[in-house]
């Protein structure tokens, strides 16, 4: 009996549901829908930490708008990618099919992102990279669906090879891992370079993650090049950079890398990084008021001191702004969406930037020096670098 | 390459081969005598450089620390000797495997919840801090050199301990019959233990000393356990002096195949692997 006056309850919800839903207008509906965002990105492993400031930037410009981009909820789906590739297609999956997604965010590994980049493809979902600097990402896997608000790994690398021409070397020697990453640093360095008229005499390279140093420094020591370009992140940075000092090098050789070297690793180091020159797309010591909001704003909402990693955060948000201003918040129409993203020029904290056909930033790659535990803008090393998108063909 | 860039590169081969002797030389121990395939012997690495980045950070001296840590790392590896692989002797292989492999990752967890995801530095002695010039453009850090002092002399007194004192004569004896030993009156769990606690204290100790030369970095421990493998079974299974020989071989090889064969650099050590294995399927010097 009970179950009875329960069901038919049910059935009369039911029609005044129907009825109510009918009269309220299409549009006024779907403005009601939140936009989903799916971030993808690693909470445990070596890289948590770029993933919870990738996290927190984003979160921040959405709160700076006041909760909503567009006048649109913004409804936050998580997955931990724990930086594994073998289990990114599973992953983005979950975001993707299960949890239907308007937009897939991440990651920090660029092998995790190739995998999102495919699925992203294939369920046409639009993706924004908020860091993995993967070349090929904005270049023979560009699609109309994908934008990175960070940059490719020959951006800086290319910008620190013109810079360290421009500083007078003539010589250089390159030591990498072997791997994807360094493998692409090194081109864009050597590119650079030869441009200029200098000379890669040796590229080394040792196997991934090993960091046994002294052999390569006992060659860099015997064949004195004016300079050494090195691709190391983490552990591996630090402890070349201790390596590079203790064997008297530091003095003689003069070191540049892409900015990872010294990003997060200053502590580390313990003063051997004081001084090292490296080329990236955001700095310390930028000053304008448009980073020291950013910069304030960070600090007061989470306590410590934003990173490049934070602001890559924060602007694929406002790529996202950018795109969902163009449809009214709605995100189901993504060809406009897509349009727009690659069509606005965002107002980021490392200064302005716009985006490639093939959806990778044409910015200033800023030129800084190590002081203390901050990388401090020493110059511009590269103005308005747009990275080549060989083999893109949008 | 002139004759000085190879002296000095043969003096980098000596070097990384003994540091890599003191990463192995507990796994060898373990693994020969006791018997048990510790996959974990990496995290205990691990756990000697964190000791000494978090003991260093306290007391502000690294030799304070690494005093203070044997002790600490040798009441560890007793402990847990006591509490878990006690159990493993009479088990097979596969949950030896079972056991070590989850240590490996409850110990990576507990690194992460106590000390965070960074990377740190551990600052060298100040009266090792010096550089030696060796050419001029290169110096030579003291420290690397007195790690390989240290290194030295613990392969000599591991050797002795075990070849020339009572102790080391119980567990040899207890390495070949498990019960004999014990019909004899000696107390072979309690002696277990405290081979298994050397074994702990040995990779913590490289740790320790490494700390300086490596920074100290989430999932340090996996880096080195391959490599001590590989030194254990080229050396022979539980053979100290096998051990030294082999960590000195791929001390060479890795050395050598970076600079002679970048290519490849990945590969040379496995290769001296495959050649010594086929002329010497036990490991250049039997258990003994």
Request: hydrophobic content about 50%.
């Amino acid at each position: 009996m009970k179950q009875q006056v329960a069901g038919r309850r049910g059935v009369m919800r039911a029609i005044v549901g129907l009825v109510a839903g009918a009269m309220i207008p299409l549009g006024a509906a779907q403005a009601a829908d939140p936009v989903k965002v799916g971030l993808m990105l690693p909470a445990t492993g070596t890289f948590a930490a770029l993933g919870t400031a990738i996290t927190n930037g984003f979160k921040q410009y959405v709160d700076e708008q006041g909760g909503t981009l567009a006048g649109r909820e913004i409804q936050f789906f998580t997955v931990d990618d724990e930086s594994d590739p073998s289990k990114a297609t599973e992953n983005a999956n979950r975001l993707v099919v299960r949890d239907r997604v308007d937009v897939l965010v991440g990651t920090v590994h660029s092998g995790v992102a190739l995998a999102m980049a495919r699925v992203a493809r294939q369920r046409d979902t639009t993706f924004i990279v908020p860091n993995a600097g993967a070349d090929d990402l904005t270049r023979g896997f560009c699609a109309p669906n994908m934008v990175r608000s960070s940059f490719s790994n020959w951006q800086p690398a290319y910008a620190m090879g013109k810079a360290a021409a421009e500083r007078g070397a003539k010589t250089a020697v390159t030591l990498t891992w072997n791997y994807a990453a360094g493998q692409e640093a090194v081109a864009g360095f050597k590119e650079a370079f030869a441009e200029a008229g200098g000379e890669v005499v040796r590229e080394m390279a040792l196997p991934f993650p090993n960091v046994e140093f002294q052999p390569f420094l006992t060659e860099i020591a015997s064949l004195r090049p004016d300079a050494v370009y090195v691709f190391f992140a983490g552990g591996g940075a630090t402890r070349f950079v201790n390596d590079y000092v203790a064997a008297g090098l530091k003095e003689r050789i003069a070191l540049y890398s892409s900015g990872f070297l010294t990003d997060g690793t200053l502590e580390a180091m313990g003063g051997n990084g004081e001084g090292l020159i490296t080329a990236l797309h955001y700095a310390e010591g930028l000053d304008t008021p448009r980073d020291n909001a950013f910069r304030e704003g960070y600090v007061s909402r989470y306590g410590i001191v934003p990173d490049v990693y934070a602001v890559q955060g924060y602007d694929a948000a406002q790529l996202l702004h950018a795109g969902l201003e163009a449809v009214g918040g709605d995100a189901s129409k993504k060809a406009e969406l897509r349009a727009a993203m690659r069509a606005a020029t965002i107002d980021s904290p490392r200064g302005n930037f716009t985006l490639s056909a093939a959806g990778n930033p044409i910015q200033d790659i800023y030129l800084r020096e190590a002081r203390g535990t901050e990388n401090i803008v020493i110059g511009i090393a590269a103005e308005a670098l747009a990275d080549p998108a060989t083999g893109c063909n949008l | 390459m002139d004759l000085t860039t190879f002296l000095i590169q043969v003096l980098n081969s000596l070097q990384y081969g003994l540091l890599l002797f003191l990463v192995a030389s507990g796994l060898t121990l373990v693994f020969g005598i006791m018997g048990i395939i510790n996959l974990a012997h990496g995290s205990f690495y691990m756990i000697g450089a964190y000791m000494a980045f978090v003991l260093t950070s306290m007391t502000g001296n690294l030799i304070a620390s690494i005093l203070l840590g044997i002790p600490l790392a040798f009441a560890f590896g007793f402990i847990l000797e006591k509490l878990l692989f006690v159990h493993l002797y009479k088990r097979d292989h596969l949950e030896q495997v079972l056991l070590t492999y989850g240590l490996i990752l409850i110990f990576e967890e507990l690194r992460s919840l106590a000390v965070g995801d960074d990377v740190h530095g551990v600052a060298i002695p100040a009266i090792f801090s010096a550089s030696i010039p060796l050419s001029e453009t290169m110096n030579y850090p003291l420290y690397r050199l007195v790690v390989s002092g240290v290194c030295l002399v613990l392969a000599v007194g591991l050797y002795f301990l075990i070849q020339r004192t009572r102790l080391g004569m119980m567990i040899r004896a207890g390495s070949h019959d498990r019960d004999m030993v014990q019909a004899l009156g000696i107390n072979i769990n309690h002696l277990y233990a405290i081979v298994f606690a050397i074994g702990v204290t040995m990779a913590a100790l490289a740790g320790m000393l490494a700390a300086p030369l490596s920074s100290v970095y989430p999932g340090m421990g996996g880096s080195v356990l391959i490599i001590s493998f590989v030194i254990v079974v080229i050396g022979g299974i539980g053979s100290v002096w096998g051990a030294l020989v082999a960590a000195l071989i791929i001390g060479f090889a890795d050395t050598f195949g970076k600079v002679l064969v970048p290519e490849f650099a990945g590969l040379t050590v496995y290769l001296v692997m495959a050649a010594v294995l086929l002329w010497r399927p036990e490991g250049i010097l039997k258990k003994g």
